[in-house]
């Protein structure tokens, strides 16, 4: 049951991100992508993380696509963009793919043997991950707060018109 | 249960995608969302260690990743605005102010 949940998943995950790959439009892309990120969500709940799965779901595959839908509409370029970059890049991004996913395999094949299996108990409950947010990890956690809160006013910085009183 | 192998491998098929998409893709909002089809290939592979290690600190970096994700994609989003605005274009190739 697990094994088969988690074909179907990676299959529609890796089909997700393909056709965002494929697709001409920027729209039909970004909705390509949140596909790919909910089935990444559950993903992470095959893997015991139910709180991660969550937050995923809801600020991954919601808030931040949603964020880069809304800039696309505002935006709003005609339909696509005409396919006019030489093959040869094509060529060359494909050949530099083929040995990336190669590299990562070997790197990968060598040390998965002394890893282990995903199997027992459950470890990452809300309650369990909140108690580490707020003892052991609460300095990145103030840190990563104070980053929200100056990408928040950089961001308006930056996007509001000038000469405006 | 299922092997880790799976999901290192879903994990590393993903960041290879998204590499290639990067390099594909033209104008800047997709390469930018290639971006972040890399940042969760490496979240799932967070996740994935962190279940067969048995600890949840893998999850909790998971989870400042996520966040650190979301500030990058406000900025990000404001900076390809204000190019927009300046150059009616968000083109890669158009780009090139500080081509030598």
Known sequence: ?165 | MIPLGYFIGLSVLLFVLGVAAFFIKRDLMTMFMAVEVMLNAANLAFVALAKSAGSPAGQVIVFFVITVAAAEAAVGLAIILLVFRQKKSIKAEEMRLMKG
């Open chain 1, 1 to 165: 049951m697990g094994v088969f949940l988690f074909f179907l998943l990676a299959v529609l995950c890796v089909g997700g991100v393909l056709g965002f790959i494929l697709s001409r439009n920027q729209a039909h892309s970004a909705l390509f992508l949140v596909l790919a990120f909910t089935c990444l969500g559950g993903l992470f709940g095959l893997l015991d993380a139910p709180f991660i799965a969550a937050v995923q779901i809801i600020i991954y595959a919601g808030a931040i696509m949603v964020l880069f839908i809304f800039v696309i509409m505002m935006i709003n370029l005609e339909q696509g963009i005409a396919p006019e970059r030489k093959r040869w890049t094509l060529g060359l991004s494909a050949v530099l793919a083929v040995f990336l996913l190669v590299e990562l395999a070997l790197a990968v094949r060598g040390t998965l043997g002394t890893l282990g299996r995903t199997g027992g108990e459950t470890i990452g409950s809300p309650t369990e991950l909140g108690r580490l947010l707020f003892t052991d990890y609460l300095y990145p956690f103030e840190i990563t707060s104070i980053l929200i809160v100056a990408a928040l006013v950089g961001a308006i910085v930056l996007v509001k018109k000038e000469g405006k009183e």
